[in-house]
């Protein structure tokens, strides 16, 4: 019953921390289908994340945090968008100064804001998102095996957990079973066959863009609004490239990314568990190496030594007419 | 066809058109000094005061341009080919285990001149094995070598907390970090060169690897512009197909420029750990391997250009650091996003004022033309 | 005016310096295959783009159904009824038949909606035209003939009444390409109007009713087929230019320098380029390749070069065997002989970005001469560039200027400079003066004639038919990736053009 009891808290810790890697590498997979490669989902993160811990502390109200964290994310997603889609930059070098403007700013604005080191300030509970209890759950707790999955694994967590898992089928649906979606992965595979079917490719990568930004202003608000309670500097410490792996692990497919971010949230979640506890037959395992085996994980897949990830098709390339 | 813009003089092309981005760059930033509230003119007074004021804010400033030509260039040697190595901070970091081992092993019984130049094959060889794999997944197996390099960032930083906390670590000692070297493992201060112009280095830890990175440059000009090897790295950055017709091996360039590249930003390592901080500390490269890609665009991948961009960027850290002390609201995270902006600006939106700046050549062509026929006339 | 389905009025249409249609004047009749046919280069497909608005005309008027549209983008060509096959497919590959249909005309913002209807209207399609394809079979698991199958359908879809076709038999098997006529008899039967923009004589004269000639981005006549003979056609497409004579003497050829044995190349959609080729070189001729572009000549080339995998067969360069299938390098066979001028100097034969030096040196990098060690030595190449300048007349004589500054013909002149002053045994050239000025032109015609009388092997491909007949001692007829015929360089412009039009070829192959 021990190993349960562990097994169902080792879960629930899981969950925890794979939300906002759900979230982001959810958002990475409008943009990427589309044909416009984001690193820069890190940096959105930790804007979103600023925005929320600002606004609300000084609103007093989650949701304008929530709503300012989408604003921030989508605009600087639209950055993004500007560079690569209507200036035809190089998307990797767009993504990356996204990434270090945001870093910078959020500790200059913070500071000059709160003057707390960079943080906002703590948040009352009416500011940040509470966690929802299932109904009867204290009852049902009871109930062996069932009772704990029920109480604790299951109920518990915060509004933007339940929604992080919804926008899993969400995905999908959008993706595959509406217009948007369809003309979507389109682009992301051959823009040319879009532009000749009479759709904007440009306007068309605008909104999977705004999509990826409004995705990753969720994820950055769960990180201060919910998670903790208040921005603290540089606290998507590599989230977002996590959120990347996982994407690329789950091969650009909305299901596969839930199991990816459970994956690579169940091994963080492994590491501080294990920390300093040896494990049969292999002994201690270095809390780093559960750390890294995301990236190895990925690079394995990426090398196609366990399947082969292939990127969408017109990935990284502007659309440029042909001659 | 293959222009999409016209054709601009060469001063324009490499002078004026960077220069330009690098302005608006920093016209955002005062933008931001002027959301918190402080006068960007009084940013920018401290600024060059903190990095030129005194001859020990020179040595910082040169110090930290040193770490920056070494990233740079490596950057830039990937970008002739071709590459994106966005991998150069796991390659410092990495090669910091060449310079440490060195330093462990010798500094006790023999003086830096025999330590400096093994910590230098040791930063070279780890810095370039980590390079080595991604350079050589993308030449056999097809991975992204962007998306391989960013995963070998965080694969090295994990494998650096392990080694300094449970293998280089001193015993009984509880910080992540080597012993403190002796005196075999302390490069020695450039002072002489500063007091040449009559300055003082003060405490600036600007030490000898600031010539080991101006020769460096030197060679990197001289393996992408006078060897064969360079040449043949040119040509597939700039046509791939150019380079299966001369019958250039893609796999073989790819290989060998990463490694170089990571040799390059490997021996980034030597400044901080032999110059300054005389051990190797838990997250010694502090984004300077980031900072390199900053350097390279802007640099436009040439060692001459190089150079003054990674000066740029050492008055940005000294110089932050001034602005720092003196405006309490702007922290140095301030330099991270003028950093930002300058990727933004010179690389990803390298474009965006070509047409503006073509249309005034073209006016001015066609007026100066005018006076020709008027003149004729 | 009622019959008219498509009328263009004075289009015109330029690409910086290149004038890619001229005042083009064109009325197409409802219900009918029109035929457009030109060389390569022609402007036909650019005059389609422009229809379809993918491009807009710089001057002219477009009229659809005597009505005038101005068709900005393919949204408004698509809903006047104007639907376009491409040359190059523009569907998805990892997408269903279904969904390539539908994408851009799905009906409701939900695709369940519409999917039943569209799936529907498909079987409608199939089977009123005969159109036989599974709607959810993904298009990369399809053969390209269903695939082009589906970009009709995507069309038709769309109640297109009129269908361009980009050159629609390019990638078909002779097979395909009979089905795909049948095809577009029903289509005509139903009432739609087509046009066919093909190069190939033997398909103008199967299914058009009329036929409008391009040469050098103007229409210069439009005939009825029946009332036409591929003689005349022929004549129009190709002109009566002005024979650049060379002065040559006679050939005298020797031994055997190139031997290629049953080579066939695929390229990488499985499609065979180049069908079981054979032919010798000897030294001191020059044998060249006619045909209209795209049916081998490139493929062949770069296969004998070493820069394309050949699926099978040999080549015997000097008497020794190329590993073409295999293992290729393309610097060995330099090292044995062989010099290539490859028919795209702007991506392969030259780096554009490069200084002239360093690109009279490409390929030939690794040669002592230009080394010290493994570093360039800079004087001597450079050297070397200025003697090839001074001998090539290039202009200007800068071995500095970046290579991009320099006209057409004068890259043209680097790269042969590069490659003929190698003394090779075997050179092979393509497209010696694509897109060169009337002054390189004949410079270059003679140092090939040269390369010829000093006894090299001489293998030439090109699309213009007057330079094989004037610098060729033998001249091989590829068509469809198979040669079909050899001639002397005597032989008529029209019979050689049969031959290139699949013609003759098929009486020679069946007889």
């Keep these: ?323 | 066809m293959s222009t999409p813009y016209a054709k601009l003089p060469g001063w324009v092309e490499y002078g004026l058109v960077p220069l330009v981005n690098l302005a608006v760059a920093f016209l955002v930033a005062g933008l931001v000094v002027l959301l918190v509230g402080e006068n960007p003119l009084e940013a920018a007074y401290h600024l060059i005061n903190g990095a030129f004021g005194r001859g020990e804010y020179i040595g910082f400033t040169l110090y930290y341009a040193t770490t920056f030509i070494f990233t740079g260039l490596a950057v830039a040697v990937a970008f002739h080919a071709g590459l994106f190595n966005i991998g150069g901070e796991g390659q410092a970091y990495v090669g910091g285990i060449g310079v440490a081992l060195a330093c462990l092993w010798l500094d006790k019984v023999m003086p830096w001149y025999v330590v400096f130049p093994l910590a230098i094959l040791g930063s070279v060889f780890f810095g370039a094995l980590w390079a080595f794999l991604p350079g050589w997944l993308q030449a056999k197996r097809g991975s992204h070598i962007v998306i391989t390099t960013i995963m070998f960032n965080f694969i090295a930083s994990s494998l650096m907390v392990y080694l300094l906390t449970r293998v280089l670590k001193p015993l009984g000692s509880m910080a992540p970090q080597t012993r403190t070297f002796a005196e075999g493992g302390q490069l020695p201060k450039l002072d002489w060169l500063l007091s040449i112009f009559g300055l003082d280095v003060g405490t600036a830890p600007f030490n000898i690897s600031f010539l080991l990175a101006l020769a460096a440059a030197f060679g990197v000009w001289v393996l992408i512009w006078r060897t064969r090897l360079g040449y043949e790295m040119r040509t597939m950055g700039h046509s791939p197909s150019a380079a299966r017709y001369a019958g250039i091996r893609e796999s073989r360039i790819t290989v060998i420029t990463m490694m170089i590249s990571g040799g390059l930003a490997g021996m980034m390592a030597l400044n901080p750990i032999m110059g300054e901080q005389f051990r190797m500390q838990l997250d010694f490269v502090q984004g300077a391997g980031f900072v390199g890609i900053a350097v390279a665009l802007m640099g436009r991948s040439h060692p001459g250009g190089i150079i003054p961009a990674a000066i740029l960027f050492g008055v940005l850290y000294q110089g932050g650091a001034e602005i720092a002390f003196e405006m309490p609201s702007i922290s140095r995270d301030m330099i991270v996003i003028i950093q930002g902006l300058v990727i933004l600006f010179a690389g990803a939106l390298e474009n965006m004022f070509r047409p503006a700046i073509t249309r005034a050549f073209a006016m001015r062509g066609q007026r100066a033309a005018a006076v020709v026929q008027a003149k004729g006339a | 005016m009622d019959d008219i389905a498509i009328e263009l009025r004075g289009i015109d249409k330029s690409f910086g310096l290149v004038h890619a249609n001229k005042d083009i004047n064109l009325k197409v009749r409802k219900g009918t295959i029109h035929g457009i046919i030109g060389e390569n280069g022609a402007g036909k497909s650019t005059l389609m783009s422009i229809l379809y608005g993918f491009y807009q005309a710089d001057r002219g008027e477009i009229l659809v159904c005597g009505k005038q549209v101005s068709i900005r983008d393919p949204n408004t060509a698509i809903s006047v009824g104007i639907g376009m096959v491409h040359q190059h497919f523009m569907l998805v590959e990892n997408f269903t038949v279904l969904e390539n249909v539908m994408l851009g005309a799905e009906d409701s913002q939900i695709l369940n909606k519409g999917i039943n209807k569209a799936r529907q209207e498909l079987k409608r399609l199939e089977k009123e035209y005969a159109l036989e394809v599974n709607p959810d079979a993904l298009i990369e698991e399809l053969p390209v003939g269903l695939q082009q199958r589906v970009e009709i359908l995507k069309a038709l879809y769309r109640r297109a009444d009129i269908l361009i076709l980009d050159e629609p038999t390019g990638v078909l098997t002779p097979a395909e390409a009979d089905h795909l006529f049948r095809i577009l008899g029903q289509l005509k039967a139903q009432g739609k109007t087509i046009i066919l923009i093909t190069h190939k004589l033997r398909e103008i004269m199967a299914i058009t009713d009329e036929v409008s000639v391009m040469r050098r981005g103007e229409m210069v006549a439009t005939r009825t087929t029946r009332e036409t003979t591929v003689e005349e056609l022929a004549e129009l497409m190709v002109g009566r230019r002005v024979l650049l004579r060379v002065q040559k003497g006679e050939a005298k050829p020797g031994d055997v320098k190139l031997a290629v044995q049953g080579l066939t190349v695929k390229d990488s959609r499985g499609v065979t380029m180049v069908d079981d080729v054979s032919f010798e070189v000897r030294a001191g001729e020059i044998v060249g390749i006619a045909g209209v572009a795209g049916n081998g000549q490139s493929e062949l080339l770069e296969a004998i070069a070493g820069i394309r995998r050949a699926t099978s067969g040999t080549v015997l360069l000097n008497g020794r065997s190329v590993d073409v299938t295999g293992h290729r390098d393309p610097a060995e066979l330099r090292a044995r002989g062989l010099a290539h001028v490859p028919e795209d100097r702007h991506h392969v034969g030259l780096v554009l970005k490069f200084e002239e030096s360093e690109n009279a040196i490409l390929g030939y990098h690794n040669d002592p001469r230009y080394l010290n060690g493994v570093f360039l030595d800079i004087d001597a190449i450079r050297k070397d560039a200025e003697e090839k300048i001074a001998k090539y007349d290039i202009r200007p004589p800068n071995a500095r200027l970046k290579t991009a500054n320099f006209s057409g013909g004068n890259q043209q002149k680097i790269v042969l400079a590069r490659e003929m002053e190698r003394g090779p045994d075997v050179l092979i050239i393509g497209q010696p003066t694509r897109g060169v000025d009337v002054g390189a032109i004949e410079f270059i015609h003679k140092r090939i004639i040269e390369m010829r009388d000093q006894g090299k092997a001489v293998l030439l491909v090109s699309v213009e038919l007057d330079e094989i007949r004037s610098l060729s001692d033998r001249i091989l007829v590829m068509f469809a990736g198979r040669v079909v015929g050899e001639r002397s360089p005597e032989a008529s412009e029209g019979e050689l053009g049969l031959l290139m039009a699949g013609v003759e070829g098929r009486k020679e192959a069946a007889g």
């Design chain 1, 1 to 323: 019953m021990d190993f349960f009891h562990v097994l169902v808290v080792l879960l629930e810790s899981t969950i925890r921390v794979s939300v906002p890697l759900l979230f982001a590498a959810l958002a990475g997979l409008f943009t990427e289908r589309a044909g416009v490669f984001d690193i820069g989902l890190e940096g959105k993160m930790l804007g979103a994340a600023f925005a929320a811990g600002a606004v609300a502390a000084v609103t007093q109200s989650v949701w304008a945090g929530l709503l300012a964290a989408i604003l921030v994310s989508v605009l600087l997603s639209l950055v993004h968008g500007y560079a690569s889609i209507t200036q035809r930059g190089n998307q990797i070098v767009s993504g990356v100064a996204i990434n270090f403007i945001v870093a910078g700013s959020t500790v200059i604005l913070g500071e000059a804001w709160f003057r707390q080191g960079g943080r906002t300030p703590a948040l009352a509970d009416g500011a940040r998102f509470q966690t929802i209890s299932l109904p009867e759950a204290d009852v049902i707790r009871e109930v062996p095996f069932l009772g704990p999955i029920y109480a604790d694994l299951l109920s518990g967590h915060f509004l933007l957990t339940y929604i992080a898992f919804a926008m899993v089928p969400a995905s999908w649906w959008v993706l595959y079973r509406t217009r948007f979606g369809l003309r979507l992965r389109a682009v992301g595979e051959n823009p040319g066959a879009v532009d000749t079917a009479g759709i904007s490719v440009i306007w068309l990568r605008y909104r999977a863009v705004i999509c990826c930004g409004i995705l990753c202003g969720f994820a950055g608000a769960y990180l201060s609004l919910a998670m903790t309670a208040g921005f603290v500097k540089g606290m998507t410490a590599g989230k977002g490239y996590i959120a990347l792996a996982a994407l690329i692990f789950a091969k650009w497919r909305p299901v596969n990314i839930m199991f990816a971010c459970l994956l690579f949230g169940f091994l963080d979640a492994l590491a501080i568990r294990l920390q300093g506890t040896p494990l049969p037959l292999v002994g201690q395992v270095p809390v780093q190496f559960m750390q890294a085996l995301p990236y190895i994980l990925t690079v394995i897949l990426l090398a196609g030594f366990i399947g082969k990830a292939i990127p969408p098709k017109a990935g990284g390339v502007p659309y440029v007419k042909e001659r």
